[in-house]
């Protein structure tokens, strides 16, 4: 597990048990149920959903970006501190996806806000008016991508090994509910049997492509 990743379970911890636990833990219950309403809510109106004022709220969360990290970090909940003891890509990416999907699904309108707060921030800073607001970074799944794929560090090049994780990040995540349950209808069931074929298929195309580099060198 890369130390990022400890880093922040380790910080969710003290958070759970720290003396401002009991107002962090009810703006970040009312922000979820806020998101899994269909909002992308700002400080402001979650301080006044959860009865908070608004220079307290500011105080646990600056902005809206700290807030909407927060708000994915618990979300996510036991991806963040996935790890496999298994020596076989193939079968941690499946374990990763195993429990990463399903998770995925249940908070599939949080992290669609959340999607859609990057996307919003995307188009204001091309058309300048981003300002000086904080930007909302996402990049959890590199970490755990990278983690799962380990294994390869040693039978794939550099290159390859981070074009795998890179395609494997298009069937990892929030993306891939919009498009195969939004576009193409299907179910949770059905998405994660589709993602879990991909991700196999991804994994063994690129270790029978350094196989066959390797054998023509």
Not at 34 to 49: F, N
Not at 81 to 89: A, G, M, Q, R, Y
Not at 106 to 117: G, V
């Amino acid at each position: 597990m890369h130390v990022s990743r400890q880093l922040r379970a380790s910080e969710a911890s003290t958070a759970k048990t720290g003396p401002r636990a009991r107002t962090g833990r009810l703006m970040l219950d009312t922000a979820i149920r806020l998101m899994q309403e269909g909002a992308t809510p700002s400080v402001s109106d979650v301080a006044e959903a959860a009865g908070v004022s608004r220079a307290t709220a500011y105080r646990y969360f600056p902005s809206q970006a700290a807030l909407i990290s927060a708000v994915v970090d618990q979300a996510l909940g036991p991806i963040l501190t996935w790890s496999s003891t298994s020596p076989d890509p193939a079968r941690r990416v499946s374990e990763l996806m195993e429990v990463g999907l399903p998770r995925i699904d249940a908070f599939e309108a949080t992290f669609k806000a959340a999607l859609r707060l990057s996307l919003e921030q995307f188009a204001r800073g091309r058309a300048g008016t981003l300002g000086e607001e904080p930007a909302f970074k996402r990049g959890h799944r590199i970490d755990l991508l990278v983690d799962a794929l380990e294994p390869l560090r040693g039978e794939l090049s550099p290159d390859r090994f981070d074009r795998l994780a890179q395609a494997l990040s298009l069937v990892f995540g929030v993306e891939i509910l919009t498009v195969l349950k939004d576009i193409w209808g299907l179910d949770g069931q059905e998405t994660q049997s589709v993602a879990q074929w991909a991700a196999k298929a991804l994994v063994r195309a690129a270790r029978q492509e350094e196989a066959e580099r390797t054998a023509s060198s």
